[in-house]
């Protein structure tokens, strides 16, 4: 089916496109005071954020306590999760870890 092939060439596009802007990191643990900009403010110290993206409920638009950040590099990646992980943001601990890529077919 063209669609079905044509979805995948688009996933696979997308995540390649993902993995160019820098590495992503999984941030839970987080208030729901937090924003993007609290996260992207946070984790500048440690290299260049090209994107931030907590997660919020499609109904309430309440955040759901976690949330990704793209960092440029695996360097400036490791030093934010060394630095970040376990740390207290707006009163809560966060975790910090990087994404795992999956290689389905």
Same mark, same amino acid.
Do not use: C, W
């Given at each position: 089916?063209?669609? $079905?092939?044509?979805?995948?060439?688009?996933?696979? $596009?997308?995540?390649?496109?993902?993995?160019?802007?820098?590495?992503?990191?999984?941030?839970?643990?987080?208030?729901?005071?937090? $924003?993007?900009k609290? @996260?992207?403010?946070?984790?500048?110290?440690?290299?260049?954020?090209?994107?931030?993206?907590?997660?919020?409920?499609?109904?309430?638009?309440?955040?759901?306590?976690?949330?990704?950040?793209?960092?440029?590099?695996?360097?400036?990646?490791?030093?934010?999760?060394d630095? @970040?992980?376990?740390?207290?943001?707006?009163?809560?601990?966060?975790s910090? $870890?990087?994404?795992?890529?999956?290689?389905?077919?």
């Open positions: 089916d063209d669609r $079905e092939q044509r979805d995948h060439r688009d996933s696979r $596009e997308h995540r390649e496109a993902d993995r160019e802007d820098g590495v992503v990191l999984f941030v839970k643990g987080l208030s729901t005071r937090t $924003e993007n609290d @996260l992207s403010d946070i984790f500048v110290k440690y290299g260049t954020i090209t994107k931030v993206n907590i997660m919020y409920d499609p109904h309430d638009r309440q955040s759901r306590g976690f949330g990704f950040v793209t960092i440029a590099t695996d360097d400036e990646a490791q030093a934010a999760i630095a @970040l992980h376990g740390q207290e943001v707006h009163g809560r601990s966060i910090v $870890e990087r994404v795992r890529v999956s290689h389905r077919k």
